[in-house]
């Protein structure tokens, strides 16, 4: 199946005005790992015949991670151009796979003139599901498996978001096992803050692999995201202690793609 | 001192918040154990302050137990109760001692505690074990003063009937004379008292300020989503400028203007949020205990953070009118590395039982280094360029945004 992915210059030159904008992110655009989520979002859209279009290479990243590093000038530039383009396509909804842009679109845009109402895409699945819009009924894929849920600091502690994945992953009637420290608790997989762009101060450990000892922990074999940098940072973890053929990092809208069989 | 900031908006939430989480101690209850102990020492110490009323009422009106002409069975009753939660108290402070120095809990353990901070906290719990011991001696001595005919008090007869000092006195005291008891009755009051003037003048150098400041503290919280850092205004007027093609560039600024310093170095620009923050840590360390920077042996503890705020701020305090130290809080008390390894996870944040808010002073301590310094990690650097340059942190062409959509 070939995925209907229109630009909003595309639409606005027919004269149509898309429901929703689907923000890709830079790791969603850019990233081998983070192109497939970004694929796995795509099928469930047109699967649901979702009336959205994509910015392409009119989207910049959001200055989420000049924000995170200090420096102000290059957010704020990010962000008012952004917000010239998104207002210039009179956007009101957008729907993003990043919990990062997500945090900077939905809480640090609106002071710039950006007001948007802003959605994971975990919020919107559930959505589609609620609405009847995605039916799961009867899947096997992840029947009785368990699956432990990472959850990313930007998307749980920064904006509450705790149940909207939880409850994608009680669709795929698989057994969801929570980490020692989960919701509120999570512990951070080390990329936030930007983070994601350096090596790690001196210590002990790396912070991903900390958090992988809480995975091994729950005997799960699949760990869900709902972040492209919690999803490397995890992979690498897994990786770290060679049980990549036991263990799959995959995303929350990748699950749901794969259950629908889309 | 402070920058201003304003929490002055949706009064009803912050008293619900200040309800809940200073009143309430909601968020304490994540460790029950710790909980239960800090409940019964600040229930104990609310309801102890009937008390502590009567105890200055006697002592201006040179009554003896004045409440109790008063108030009669109900007065009995209300002692019995604080004699309980007084003996909660005493229990829980053991408890909160032994934990604290024999127990090898990491948070207790952590480098920023050495020192004053240790011998702080113990002093605080031997002066509340001081305070108990006189207050039973005082109930106590009394109360076999009584049994005998010798207590000042002329309004009821034979035992008082308190819950503990009624079988502890005459454990105790039973050998003594009646002058004995009578200096022991006055060594207790005096004792008391006097240990209360001496803790309300200890409070404001130690870190048990919090018993006052977690109020304020919490009702000035942050309500907004904690992944929402500050906005820069001074930034933002700047940026427009920039980026307006009609403007005057040398209209922009006016020349005697003092641009005001971006981010923060020393403890002047912080917030006087920030401030009543670093008087309100009473250095617990849960925020450190969750910290996945700490967790992982790197350099950076929130609570270290909070803690050289509060000490930075005395020294600058201490200094007399117009005269600079030379030195700041970046630098000389909070290194870089130290800001360069939070993840901005918000853990610090969302584990401080009174809301007390780590992560927005490591932001702008950050700020000041990348915006007044171009002080950072050499990735960063690049980082910022490509997204300067192509729209992304990494080097893509921002053209090549939608290539995904035909690549296998």
């Known amino acids: 199946m070939s995925l209907k992915v229109p630009t909003m210059s595309e639409m606005m030159a027919n004269g149509q005005s898309p429901e929703i904008l689907f923000w890709v992110g830079c790791a969603g655009s850019f990233d081998d790992r983070a192109k497939k989520i970004t694929k796995a979002v795509v099928k469930i859209l047109n699967h649901c015949k979702v009336d959205f279009a994509v910015l392409g290479a009119e989207e910049s990243c959001t200055g989420d991670p000049a924000k995170r590093a200090g420096n102000e000038f290059t957010f704020q530039m990010q962000a008012m151009m952004n917000i010239q383009v998104l207002n210039g396509y009179n956007v009101k909804k957008i729907v993003t796979a990043c919990p990062h842009c997500f945090n900077t679109l939905k809480n640090e845009y609106p002071e710039l003139g950006g007001n948007y109402e802003v959605v994971h895409h975990s919020q919107l699945i559930q959505d589609l599901i609620n609405t009847g819009k995605l039916a799961l009924e009867g899947n096997q894929t992840y029947k009785g498996k368990k699956i432990t849920f990472h959850d990313p600091c930007y998307l749980g502690r920064a904006n509450d978001v705790y149940e909207a994945p939880r409850s994608l992953i009680e669709k795929l009637d698989a057994e969801l096992v929570e980490m020692k420290r989960c919701k509120s608790n999570g512990l951070c997989c080390g990329a936030g803050g930007a983070q994601m762009f350096k090596e790690a101060e001196k210590g002990q450990k790396e912070i991903n692999v900390e958090r992988t000892d809480d995975v091994l922990e729950t005997k799960s074999s699949i760990i869900a995201t709902g972040c492209p940098f919690c999803n490397t940072m995890m992979t690498d973890g897994i990786k770290n202690v060679n049980k990549e053929n036991e263990i799959q990092v995959l995303d929350i809208a990748e699950l749901i793609a794969n259950a629908a069989e889309l | ?408």
């Not at chain 2, 019964?40 to 200055?56: C, G, K, P, R, S």
């Not at chain 2, 127990?103 to 002093?123: H, I, Q, T, V």
């Open chain 2, 1 to 408: 001192m402070g920058r201003t900031i304003n929490r002055s908006d949706k009064p009803l939430t912050r008293l619900k918040t200040m309800s809940l989480v200073a009143l309430g101690q909601k968020k304490m209850f994540t460790s029950p154990i710790a909980a239960f102990l800090h409940l019964a020492l600040y229930v104990a110490f609310v309801i102890t302050q009937i008390e502590l009323v009567e105890i200055i009422a006697d002592g201006f009106s040179g009554k003896h137990r004045i409440f109790y002409f008063y108030l009669g069975d109900f007065y009995v009753f209300m002692v019995s109760f604080i004699e309980i939660l007084t003996v909660l108290a005493f229990v829980a402070t053991v408890a909160f001692l032994w934990r604290r120095n024999m127990l090898s809990l990491p948070r207790f353990n952590k480098k920023e505690l050495l020192g004053w901070p240790k011998k702080d906290a113990n002093l605080i719990l031997i002066m509340e074990i001081v305070l108990i011991v006189f207050i039973f001696t005082m109930n106590g001595a009394d109360e076999v003063l009584y049994n005998r005919g010798g207590s000042h008090v002329e309004y009821a007869k034979g035992s008082f009937g308190f819950s503990i000092s009624s079988w502890l006195g005459p454990l105790v005291f039973d050998n003594f004379t009646v002058e004995a008891l009578r200096i022991f009755e006055r060594i207790g009051w005096w004792g008391h008292i006097g240990m209360v003037f001496l803790f309300l003048n200890y409070l404001p150098y130690s870190k048990h300020l919090h018993i006052l400041l977690a109020f304020p503290t919490t009702y000035f919280s942050n309500l907004e989503a904690k992944g929402k850092f500050s906005h820069m205004k001074s930034v933002e007027n700047e940026v427009k400028l920039m980026l307006d093609p009609n403007a005057d560039p040398y209209s922009a600024a006016n020349a005697t203007d003092t641009p005001e310093r971006f981010g923060v170095k020393d403890v002047t620009d912080l917030t006087w949020k920030n401030l009543l923050d670093a008087y309100s840590c009473t250095e617990c360390g849960r925020c450190t205990d969750v910290c996945p920077a700490n967790i992982t042996g790197k350099a950076l503890s929130p609570r270290k953070i909070m803690m050289d705020t509060r000490d930075r701020m005395v020294e600058v305090g201490d200094l007399k009118k117009g005269v600079v130290d030379g030195k700041s809080l970046l630098g000389d008390y909070i290194s870089p590395e130290e800001v360069w390894a939070c993840t901005s996870c918000n853990a610090c944040v969302e584990a401080c039982p009174i809301n007390i808010d780590p992560l927005s002073i490591i932001v702008d301590l950050r700020r000041n280094l990348v915006m007044e310094d171009a002080a950072m990690p050499s990735e960063l650097a690049g980082m910022l360029t490509n997204i300067e340059n192509n729209g992304a942190p990494w080097q893509f062409a921002q053209s090549d945004r939608l290539n995904w959509l035909n690549e296998e």
